[in-house]
């Protein structure tokens, strides 16, 4: 028999906060017996196309879906490399994978987290047909930088911006550069509809295109004009991103103050990422602190759990998967990525998290620092 302790959570990894308002918008969809993507996501689509800057979302049931829909739109496929980061959560290379192109890894910057035009530039071959890159955390990568070196290679350009919905570029939202970008409504997102993701796009023919993806490829009725799946959302989930949504603005600033908290508390201690000029607002999806290595980050991480501060290790890169890296073998050196996954530890932060429970876990996280 194994011996096993089990330890209360005091404080959680990323509270949802789903309100009376949250709860009483879906009950209304299902009193309403009309549960499928109907006029909820047909407005939730809109208020969210409105709030990001673009001029058409296409509401899909998971970020993931996104994705695919949004590389099956580009009409990517086998044969084409799509250059992706190392150092993300592994939906993001796996929707390559599932519409037959090949991911290319690309290491990131050490500080930011972020791929750069230059890692980019490096990785760049004759067979290039997109860039998908992901911004770490929610927080913007150097968009103009990027954008440029696409335009400079007539590459398809795509945001992985699961975690970037509020998150702004320059003092404009992400969302709002022309360019294909997802978001993701997960449990654990800004906006969360439980499961749920779109894509936002200023390119009228991607729209209809996606939104005829996400339906089997169909156009009219039971007129099937391109390849698609089952990739809907319902109007439960849409009615309750619409009041999700409303609440943006306050969750955005909630997450700076209390990240603001975390830093003083921890200052000197342990490394944060990096956030460059360019980012006018950070959404602080996640919250990570850089120890010094990995047996140290694995013995804080051992210290904070027996005392309740619930925690996720940072992403080990792509390339160190079990499955990926037979996969995606000979690729070449990631150095960067795999350092921070090595040392990164993401501490609580969520909607409904307090400031008496983010001084907790500063005060256990700092007990762990000492011991
Ligand atoms: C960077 C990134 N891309 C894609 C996804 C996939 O989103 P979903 O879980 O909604 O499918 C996530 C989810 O956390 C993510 O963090």
């Not at 320059?170 to 022309?178: L, M």
Request: aromatic share 6%; proline share 5%.
């Amino acid at each position: 028999m194994t011996n096993t302790k089990t330890v209360s959570i005091k404080v959680p990894w990323s509270p949802p906060l789903f309100e009376e308002a949250d709860l009483e918008s879906a009950i209304q969809v299902i009193r309403s017996c009309w549960m499928t993507q109907g006029k909820q996501t047909a407005a939730f689509e809109e208020e969210t196309a409105a709030l990001c800057g673009s001029k058409y979302a296409v509401a899909v049931c998971n970020g993931t879906a996104a994705l695919m829909a949004a590389l099956l739109a580009c009409e990517i496929g086998p044969g084409d490399e799509v250059l992706v980061p190392t150092m993300t959560f592994i939906a993001t290379v796996n929707s390559v994978i599932a519409v037959g192109a090949k991911p290319i890894l690309v290491d990131c910057d050490p500080r930011t987290l972020n791929v750069t035009p230059e890692l980019l530039q490096s990785k760049l071959t004759p067979k290039t047909k997109a860039i998908l890159f992901v911004d770490v955390y929610g927080m913007p990568c150097d968009i103009d930088g990027i954008a440029a070196f696409a335009k400079k290679h007539n590459l398809r350009l795509i945001e992985d911006g699961a975690q970037a919905i509020g998150a702004g570029y320059k003092g404009k939202p992400v969302g709002s550069f022309g360019h294909l970008t997802i978001i993701s409504f997960h449990m654990a997102k800004l906006v969360p509809t439980v499961e749920g993701g779109c894509i936002l796009t200023d390119d009228e023919n991607l729209a209809v295109r996606m939104k005829q993806i996400r339906n089997h490829g169909m156009a009219g009725q039971y007129q099937f004009v391109a390849f698609g799946l089952n990739l809907r959302i319902t109007d439960i989930q849409s009615a309750m991103g619409r009041s999700q949504l409303k609440k943006l603005a306050k969750m955005l600033e909630l997450r700076q103050a209390l990240v603001d908290q975390y830093q003083d508390g921890l200052k000197g201690l342990v490394e944060f990422q990096h956030v460059p000029d360019y980012v006018t607002t950070h959404p602080h999806m996640i919250f990570s602190v850089f120890l010094k290595d990995r047996a140290q980050r694995d013995r804080v991480n051992a210290y904070v759990k027996e005392h309740g501060v619930d925690t996720r290790i940072c992403w080990t890169p792509t390339h160190l998967q079990p499955y990926h890296k037979t996969l995606l073998a000979d690729q070449g050196a990631f150095p960067n990525a795999e350092k921070l996954g090595e040392r990164g530890l993401s501490l609580p932060l969520g909607n409904a998290l307090t400031p008496e429970e983010v001084a907790y876990a500063v005060r256990i996280t700092k007990e762990a620092l000492a011991s």
